[in-house]
């Protein structure tokens, strides 16, 4: 039998090489699950670096469809050394690892990824001590026309000016790399969206953003605080933006206007190609990611089928295969925990 003073010795050991393994080749998301604190993991703690991917789910719903699960799989495989974020209104509040390993455990098909972090999203918390906070103090949730849109436009501004990072909607299935840290994304030319922008913490646009998300608020008009918001700041205080001339990007003023095949390189009203039967899947040798316009789906309600042929099921089996097997094998994404 092993003496208690060698095992203990050996695991001390272990774990010492473990930490010297994720200082020097992961500096950027060191896991603090690999310390064993039972002390609360707040965003805080693993956004520090201002380099993270950040998802938001503004309704109360846990059990997400597996585009969502996709897209949060393909951010994690793209950027392995840097945390992934998910925003949930529906996870209860996280007080130790022991709740944190609960939100984690209930989703399998991104339990293998040590970079994605789940957390509550707390709206009176999160816009506290922003031009946001006096808004939401006052506006009606119940009688707003696009709210669960309306404060995700609101929360992800937030998430970006306080921590910094890469903000993506749960509809964008992520190719390779993107490098760069200060940026809108055009979505048609001459007009930015607001599916993805990237900025470091506390930046002064995304400031800007925010004043006028307040000054100029009307929940009646798709897009007054999304896309048309951030064009109004963009042609009053940067530049107005000029046509692309091909794929190149553009700068505008300091910020840097990335070329609309860097993120929607099938325009939104070609949304239904991701459902059409493909042969081979396009390279996207220009693109970062791909936005799926899964607001245009609405109605007919598509979603990948196992078998289909589709554009969209050959994304899901290269760039979320572990999400793909799952619904191929109909086995669940998501396991509710219960006490």
Known sequence: ??????????????LAIGFLYKI??????????????PAKITPEDILYAGNGIMFVETTDRMDPPHLVLCSIESAARVYPDRPV????????????????????MSYPTLLPYDNIYFFPLRMNKLLNNTPLMPWYQKVNPN???????????????????????????????TFRPCPEKNFLAAEVSQMTGSAVLAFTPHHTIVWQFMEDFVNGYDGTVW???????YNRILNKFYCKVPPFKG????????????NIERFFPVPGMQWKKFFEVCEKLPTFINSYALHLFNYANKNDR??????????VELLYKQYCPITYQAVLENKPTYLKYVP
């Open 143 to 173: 009688t707003e026309m696009y709210w669960n849109h309306v404060s995700s436009d609101a929360c992800r501004l937030a998430l970006i000016y306080k921590y910094g990072g890469l903000y993506m909607d749960t509809d964008i299935i």
């Open 85 to 104: 974020a998910f925003f949930m209104k529906g996870l209860t509040d996280i007080n130790s690892k022991e709740d944190e390993d609960k939100a984690r």
């Open 247 to 258: 794929q190149e990007d553009i700068m505008c003023g300091t910020i840097l206007f990335l």
């Open 302 to 311: 598509k979603v990948m089928v196992p078998g289909s042929k589709t554009m």
């Open 24 to 37: 020097t080749f992961k500096e950027n998301t060191f896991n603090l699950r690999t310390l064993f604190f």
């Open 1 to 14: 039998m092993v003496p208690k003073t060698q095992f203990f010795a050996f695991l001390l050991c272990v």
């Open 223 to 229: 897009g007054q605080q999304g896309p048309l918001l």
